[in-house]
């Protein structure tokens, strides 16, 4: 895979001294309708937003987060499978089973895939530093 992407950090402390930190992957995909990259996550991941730009990914495309132990674990559990391709969307993932936000911890990497060839949308991740 490969594809064009562009990370942003944007960390924030709230008043009470809490970690707060918004990740922002503006990505834009390649011939085959994929992109991927890499990002050190540690926290809970408390939401995802994803947001079609205007050469609109191919409806339905997929985002997961893989797991840095086994590459081909999604972390998110398919929360972020089947994404709208004209609708700003979110989604509170929350593992089946699981009563907390999904705990990240290290290296993941971030695909998109069956997007169309040079399609291009942006993800925000919220994460937190405890609940």
């Not at 011939?31 to 990914?57: C, E, H, M, R």
Request: charged content about 15%.
């Amino acid at each position: 895979m490969a594809g064009t992407l562009t990370v942003t950090r944007i960390p924030k402390v709230s008043t009470q001294g809490s970690q707060f930190e918004k990740v922002a992957v503006e990505w834009t995909s390649d011939a085959s309708g994929n992109a991927d990259v890499q990002l050190v996550l540690f926290g809970f991941l408390i939401k995802v937003v994803t947001k079609p730009s205007a050469t609109a990914p191919t409806t339905l495309y997929d985002i997961t987060l893989t797991d840095p132990d086994d590459s081909a674990f999604d972390v998110l559990g398919a929360a972020l499978a089947n994404r709208s391709a004209t609708a700003t969307e979110q989604v509170y993932p929350v593992i089946t089973g699981a009563a907390t936000p999904v705990l990240v911890s290290g290296l993941y990497t971030f695909k998109v895939a069956n997007a169309g060839n040079a399609k291009a949308g942006t993800v925000w991740l919220y994460l937190v530093e405890s609940l």
